[in-house]
């Protein structure tokens, strides 16, 4: 693969500390999560990731959305992610992508699925998470 963009993160105490990005545009305080027996005043890892999953995922809709010629300017994406325990031991995620195209006379119910699949085999976070996390597709309320 012929890498285009590369950035790195430093966190300088895991969940309760801090994360800044190489370039300081990003810099973030961390704190676990109330459920998960902390303070909950900060963000967490798993906001980060749905936060960056939900921008990608929408902006594959998007791309896929000009390469099929439809007229498309918005594809809201929400990203629910989830941690919990593995049965295998460890940690594991959950993630619940929840697309919502605009239909109309140029864009049938039929047609906003397709878009959804294809961006989710061209997404590189949906690639980057293929057959480790279920990742669940609903578009317009309707589960794929």
Same mark, same amino acid.
């Given at each position: 693969?012929?890498?285009?963009?590369?950035?790195?993160?430093?966190?300088?105490?895991?969940?309760?500390?801090?994360?800044?990005?190489?370039?300081?545009?990003?810099?973030?305080?961390?704190?676990?999560?109330?459920?998960?027996?902390?303070?909950?005043?900060?963000?967490?890892?798993?906001?980060?990731?749905?936060?960056?999953?939900?921008?990608?995922?929408?902006?594959?809709?998007?791309?896929?959305?000009?390469?099929?010629?439809?007229?498309?300017?918005?594809?809201?994406? &929400? /990203?629910?992610?989830?941690?919990?325990?593995?049965?295998?031991?460890?940690?594991?995620?959950? =993630? %619940? !992508?929840? #697309?919502?195209?605009?239909?109309?006379?140029?864009?049938?119910?039929?047609?906003?699925?397709?878009?959804?699949? &294809? /961006?989710?085999?061209?997404?590189?976070?949906?690639?980057?998470?293929?057959?480790?996390?279920? =990742? %669940? !597709?609903? #578009?317009?309320?309707?589960?794929?």
């Amino acid at each position: 693969m012929k890498t285009l963009y590369e950035t790195q993160a430093t966190a300088s105490a895991g969940r309760n500390g801090q994360v800044t990005t190489d370039d300081g545009k990003l810099s973030i305080a961390l704190s676990y999560p109330k459920e998960m027996g902390g303070s909950g005043e900060a963000s967490n890892p798993e906001q980060l990731f749905a936060a960056g999953y939900s921008a990608c995922f929408s902006n594959a809709v998007l791309h896929v959305a000009r390469e099929a010629k439809v007229k498309l300017t918005q594809a809201p994406v &929400t /990203a629910k992610v989830g941690i919990g325990a593995r049965a295998e031991g460890g940690f594991g995620l959950t =993630v %619940a !992508l929840s #697309v919502e195209l605009a239909v109309s006379d140029e864009l049938s119910q039929e047609q906003a699925v397709e878009l959804v699949r &294809t /961006a989710h085999q061209v997404c590189p976070y949906s690639n980057a998470v293929r057959n480790n996390i279920d =990742v %669940a !597709l609903t #578009v317009n309320g309707q589960s794929l």
